[in-house]
């Protein structure tokens, strides 16, 4: 059964559509219209959020992770639906868009056992101490407290997992937070199905109907008017750094200025000792082409840059990872404007001074071909537009001097989600030296591994100092996510009856 999607909006429980319409543009399959999100929307949708805190806010930890497991089961579902409309919108395989769904479902669940065990309300107490000289103490309690309604950009590239009902919307509603979604353009219809299944838990669990709203995207001024809206208190974004940048500063400048969760990509560099490279540079390469072309390389994981010492054995990696990147054919990417600035992302690349073309194909419309170059790093330390990131699947190859360069190459790193380290056992002295430097380059650092796929857990750290996200300390992957959407609340003297529920007794 074909899934045609309405393409309206979803505002405070009701389904608004008219106006003006932005069309779809799907890989393959049909497009589809749909309304074109406006300021008054937005200004509904926030209304209706605010309103719903006063209630939503308040409900128990149980209450809020049966929501959170409503959901998924109503995502679930929609299984066929989400996967066919998904695959026509993104150009992604059936495989991945069914392995992103059981990511989203995971993360909402993972969500609902996290609040209901209740560790990350940091409950604190220092009980009175009346008789104390100079002076008395009184009784204080502190619990992390939800903020208010939140804004949620979806991401181009994971339509679901970062998207509409994704780990920023999950770990706000598991926070006790409203969440207004601006739908991406890239995938309203998927959108649209997520939607759906939240709107059905939010009746099936009796909660109020502004806990959720989507917006339609398809222009900007529906994002500038969302993050300005002066009952927003959070925004939460997945997308480049200059949009990311734009609305991070739109936030700066409001009257009442709101913390921007900007995840905004790296260029993940790897650092490749020489032990390692010796005993098993083939096989790092190997690993490397497949991490660099997954998903066309839509990933803001993926690890675009190799530091090794130019030697012969940098010659001989350098040759397996063009070997294993020849055979790789063209893949869909997600849009065509995505696919364009690939395309400008090589051509740059390739104009620079002092790199080499290693490998590089041409790239029909919406398709891109994986490219390497190299260059040294003498000139990658002297152009700081070689360290930027090109989203896909674009490989370069630094050849360091020596030891001391590679360690001034990764003190010269802006900052990064993922730095990784290939080692052996002969390493670990150079290892030791780089790590201090890594460590504060990232939010996550490896050894031996690759950075795409990022596990959803307790002890994951998805973000990094800027530009890798506009708050080095947070993430937006794992259960420390929630952590952005909370704030410390100290209560002096104040009676059982009036605390939080948390809080009492």
């Given amino acids: 059964m074909t899934f045609t999607p309405h393409g309206k909006h ?12 932005f069309r779809s543009e799907p890989a393959h399959g049909p497009a589809h219209d749909f309304s074109l999100g406006t300021a008054e929307q937005v200004n509904l949708a926030c209304a209706a959020a605010e309103e719903a805190f006063w209630t939503y806010g308040q409900t128990s ?56 065990k209740g560790e990350y309300l940091d409950r604190r107490h220092d009980p009175a101490l009346p008789d104390r000289q100079p002076l008395p103490r009184p009784d204080l309690k502190m619990i992390q407290r939800p903020i208010g309604p939140v804004a949620v950009f979806g991401a181009s590239n994971f339509p679901l997992a970062f998207s509409t009902a994704g780990g920023d919307t999950a770990s706000a509603l598991a926070a006790g937070c409203p969440v207004v979604v601006k739908g991406h353009s890239a995938h309203p219809g998927t959108g ?14 009796g909660l109020p109907p502004g806990v959720f709203s989507l917006v339609q995207g ?41 913390p921007f969760f900007g995840e905004l990509g790296s ?35 993926n690890p675009g840059i190799a530091v090794l010492l130019d030697d012969a054995e940098a010659d001989a990696f350098t040759a397996a990872a063009t070997a294993a990147l020849e055979p790789v054919g063209a893949q869909v990417m997600l849009t065509d404007g995505i696919a364009a600035a690939y395309r ?63 360690l001034a190459v990764a003190r010269a790193l802006e900052g990064q989600l993922t730095c990784t380290l290939h080692l052996d056992a002969g390493d670990t002295a150079l290892a030791a030296r780089l790590m201090p430097v890594l460590e504060r380059k990232a939010g996550r650092v490896l050894a031996n591994g690759f950075p795409t796929g990022v596990e959803v857990c307790d002890a994951m750290v998805h973000g990094g100092p800027y530009p890798a996200s506009t708050n080095f300390g947070a993430t937006s992957v794992g259960t420390l996510a929630i952590r952005r959407f909370l704030r410390p609340v100290c209560f002096q003297n104040v ?8 809080l009492r007794g």
């Fill in 61 to 116: 930890r149980d209450r809020r992770a049966a929501f959170l497991e409503a959901i998924a089961d109503e995502i679930e579902s929609r299984a066929e639906a989400i996967t066919e409309i998904g695959t026509q919108e993104t150009g992604l395989p059936v495989a991945r868009l069914q392995g992103e769904r059981a990511r989203t479902t995971g993360q909402l669940r993972l969500f609902a056992s996290h609040i209901r």
């Fill in 10 to 21: 979803l505002i405070a429980g009701e389904w608004v559509g008219g106006g003006s319409t």
């Fill in 495 to 502: 009676p059982d009856a009036l605390l939080p529920e948390d």
């Fill in 267 to 301: 260029v993940n560099p790897m650092f490749l000792l020489p032990k390692a490279v010796s005993v098993r540079g083939a096989e790092i390469a190997r690993g490397w082409a497949g991490s660099l072309t997954m998903g066309a390389g839509q990933f803001c994981t």
């Fill in 344 to 406: 400008q992302g090589c051509d740059r690349i390739a104009g620079t001074a002092g790199v080499r073309e290693v490998l590089t194909s041409a790239c029909e419309r919406r398709k891109a071909m994986p490219c390497l170059f190299s260059t040294s790093g003498r000139d990658w330390l002297a152009n700081h537009a070689l360290g930027e990131e090109v989203f896909g699947p674009l490989g370069l190859i630094v050849r360091v001097a020596d030891a001391d360069e590679m």
């Fill in 218 to 258: 398809g222009s900007r001024e529906v994002g500038a008017a969302l993050v300005t809206h002066p009952l927003i208190r959070a925004v939460g974004f997945t997308g480049s750094l200059a949009g990311g940048r734009a609305l991070f500063d739109l936030c700066a400048r409001r009257p009442d200025p709101i």
């Fill in 192 to 205: 649209e199905v997520v939607a759906e299944a939240i709107h059905a838990a939010i009746r099936s669990c």
